[in-house]
């Protein structure tokens, strides 16, 4: 497909891992990013990885990439309630100049 | 570092009154800004690429009259909607990119509420 696709939502209970997958389409893509969205902010850059690269770990959040089949996950170690928010995946599609093709969302709630 | 200012927060307007957002990059000089609308529950729709002292690219379907983009410095681009209407109401949001790895940093977003 033509679109960059998440599942819409997620649930988890506090404690447990969040994995957060995306499916991109320009498999030429340098660069991939994760974005947070909070209610009424803007995004927030969390992490990104090189498209050379098959995982990224920064802290609690580990950035798997399968360039085969174009597949982008996020996994969040011990997600807290603050970590409830919508979760972007973003890539940087060739010819595009600086210009980011974005995800449609994922929606993480985090419950006690 | 990286931090991208958006005034005003939050806007609510008559039925035919233009209306300025301003974007601003505090702390980094940033050659091109980008102009997101977002509608509720949706992901972000790219609306224009702004470029310090060159007319703004706009995306196909986005109206350049309606949506003026002026970017007269490297740290400052404004986004005017003119003549607003009920259904420019959105969230919107801009980004400002650092070189290297074309990262964009994100104000904090305009909700715009046109009565």
């Known amino acids: 497909g033509e679109d960059v696709e998440q599942s819409l939502f997620l649930s988890v209970r506090e404690g447990d891992s969040s994995v957060i997958n995306c499916t991109y389409t320009d498999s030429s893509s340098t660069y991939l990013y994760w974005y947070k969205q909070e209610p009424g902010a803007g995004l927030q850059l969390l992490t990104y990885i090189f498209s050379n690269m098959d995982m990224k770990q920064d802290q609690r959040l580990t950035v798997l990439l399968n360039k085969k089949d174009k597949h982008l996950s996020l996994r969040i170690a011990d997600t807290q309630t603050g970590d409830s928010a919508i979760y972007f995946c973003?890539?940087?599609?060739?010819?595009?100049?600086?210009?980011?093709?974005f995800g449609t969302g994922t929606q993480l709630k985090v419950e006690l | 570092g990286a931090v991208v200012s958006q005034h005003p927060s939050r806007v609510i307007c008559k039925s035919g009154t233009s209306v300025k957002i301003e974007c601003r990059s505090l702390?980094?000089?940033?050659?091109?800004m980008f102009w997101y609308r977002q509608f509720p529950k949706q992901s972000l729709m790219l609306m224009a690429t702004s470029n310090e002292g060159s007319k703004a690219t706009y995306e196909q379907g986005v109206e350049k009259d309606k949506f003026l983009i002026n970017h007269a410095s490297l740290t400052l681009s404004t986004l005017t909607v003119t003549s607003a209407h009920p259904e420019d109401s959105s969230f919107y949001i801009c980004?400002?990119?650092?070189?290297?790895?074309?990262?964009?940093?994100f104000g904090a977003g305009t909700r715009l509420s046109v009565l």
């Open positions: 980004s400002a990119t650092l070189a290297g790895p074309g990262i964009q940093y």
């Open positions: 702390d980094f000089q940033a050659t091109t």
């Open positions: 973003a890539e940087n599609p060739t010819g595009g100049g600086n210009k980011l093709t």
